[in-house]
């Protein structure tokens, strides 16, 4: 059975630091590619960054270039976002997600990060 597990979630002060980790497992990720994706209140689910898994290549959404950083550990098979000076603004539940083509296809059950002013 395919599983995505994250976890990091929290609450912290406007300004502070989180890091979200992603694990996989049931199946090897390899070659999928893996994102983040977030969805306040009332909002509907936005994208906040990718990567490929195999040269590693990153792209990010406007609102949290600069501050979110996205990684993989290839041995661990886990990805992470390390989120930096955080607004209340980024209040939400990260999801992960992998796809090999086109959409993801899996994702994980999400974790929640709450920023304080």
């Known amino acids: 059975q395919v599983q995505l597990v994250e976890s990091g979630g929290g609450l912290v002060q406007a300004g502070g630091s989180l890091r979200l980790s992603c694990a996989a497992s049931?199946?090897?990720?390899?070659?999928?590619?893996k994102g983040w994706f977030r969805q306040a209140p009332g909002k509907e689910r936005e994208f906040v960054a990718t990567?490929?898994?195999?040269?590693?290549?990153?792209a990010y959404a406007d609102s949290v270039k600069g501050r979110f950083t996205i990684s993989r550990d290839k041995a661990k098979n886990t990805v992470y976002l390390q989120m930096n000076s955080l607004k209340p603004e980024d209040t939400a539940i990260y999801y992960c997600?992998?796809?090999?083509?086109?959409?993801?296809?899996?994702w994980g059950q999400g974790t929640q990060v709450t920023v304080s002013s």
């Open positions: 990567i490929t898994w195999s040269a590693g290549s990153t």
């Open positions: 997600a992998a796809k090999q083509f086109g959409t993801y296809d899996y």
């Open positions: 049931g199946r090897t990720f390899s070659g999928y590619a």
